[in-house]
């Protein structure tokens, strides 16, 4: 091929694909609404305290869900998509857009995200084609500010709020875990520490907790809940110890069982939910995907 023709080929597709962003970016207002339980949406954002936490501070359904109030009533830690067919994004596919407002390492950050949920599940994200009614617009939202997510698929352009770096710290996107963690949520997993058999797990110090937050730590009943995996305190959805403390060094939520150290960490997905999201999507089904994620899952999994 010519030059000329290279150049001209080359110039063709840049404006395509400048019109083709331009045509596909959806208007965000700095302001959601995002529909929760009224006395959860009233509570107030705690701007204030000195262990400042994006993911505690929205003031959302435990901290960073946004849910239905008809939802709400219904939840476990993994969507149980034979109640909520409706909430599972169909064939494993996840359209997405990351906000142009981002810096290029800000998305860069996003894009690790995506691409470690990619390689570790079958689920695949793909970017909007501007077409699909469903699809993630990672946005970095003014009001409610922080990480959250609405949990599993909630239907046509679908906020996840992920609150870039300023000067208070590197909020949503220091590394990638925070990023995974709402993702997470948005494909339909709950925090870990919700599960009905916590207590024999963790133990919940009410007295340390924010009144107005006592509700973050709520369980579920079995009833509406089954799990295919242990409890798993290295997930990537449990609390930290000190999430809605009253006072620094108060912890709120402590490992039982012994030799447990660690909680909350948003630093990569565990063997735990690596496994959780493959089963979540039947990824698990085929024996030889099972044989493929089991092992990604055990290799790379925390
Ligand atoms: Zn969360």
Redesign the pocket.
């Known amino acids: 091929m010519k030059t000329t023709t290279v150049f001209v080929a080359v110039c063709l597709i840049l404006i395509d694909q400048g019109a083709r962003s331009r045509f596909l970016l959806p208007h965000v207002p700095d302001r959601v609404f995002p529909p929760v339980p009224e006395y959860v949406s009233n509570s107030t954002l705690d701007e204030e305290g000195d262990e400042y936490d994006p ?1 505690v501070s929205p003031g959302l359904f ?4 946004a849910l239905t109030t008809e939802f709400y009533n219904f939840w476990r830690v993994g969507i149980r998509f034979d109640v909520f067919p409706e909430k599972l994004w169909k064939g494993g596919i996840v359209p997405y857009v990351i906000s142009p407002l981002y810096e290029p390492s800000e998305t860069v950050t996003i894009l690790k995200a995506i691409r470690t949920l990619s390689f570790m599940t079958c689920v695949r994200f793909i970017p909007w084609d501007g077409k699909r009614k469903d699809y993630l617009l990672i946005w970095p939202i003014k009001y409610p500010k922080g ?3 609405f949990v599993g698929r909630f239907g046509g352009a679908q906020i996840v709020s992920l609150q870039p770096p300023d000067k208070r710290g590197p909020n949503c996107l220091g590394t990638e875990g925070r990023a995974l ?2 993702l997470m ?1 948005a494909l339909g997993v709950f ?1 870990e520490q919700s599960r009905w058999d916590r207590d024999k797990f963790v133990k919940i110090h009410y007295e340390n907790v924010i009144p107005q937050y006592k509700s973050n730590f709520d369980k579920e009943s079995l009833e509406n809940t089954t799990y295919s995996f242990e409890y798993d305190y290295d997930s990537i ?1 449990h609390y930290g110890r000190h999430f809605f403390s009253k006072k620094k060094g108060k912890p709120t939520i402590t490992p039982k069982q012994p030799g447990v150290k660690n909680i909350g960490q948003r630093d990569a997905l565990s063997k735990g939910d690596c496994l959780k999201l493959n089963d979540l999507y039947g990824c698990l089904k085929n024996p030889k995907t099972r044989r493929k994620y089991y092992n990604i899952c055990n290799f790379l999994g925390v």
Request: aromatic share 8%; with cysteine.
């Open positions: 993911e435990q901290g960073d869900m990480c959250w997510s963690h709402e949520h925090h959805m």
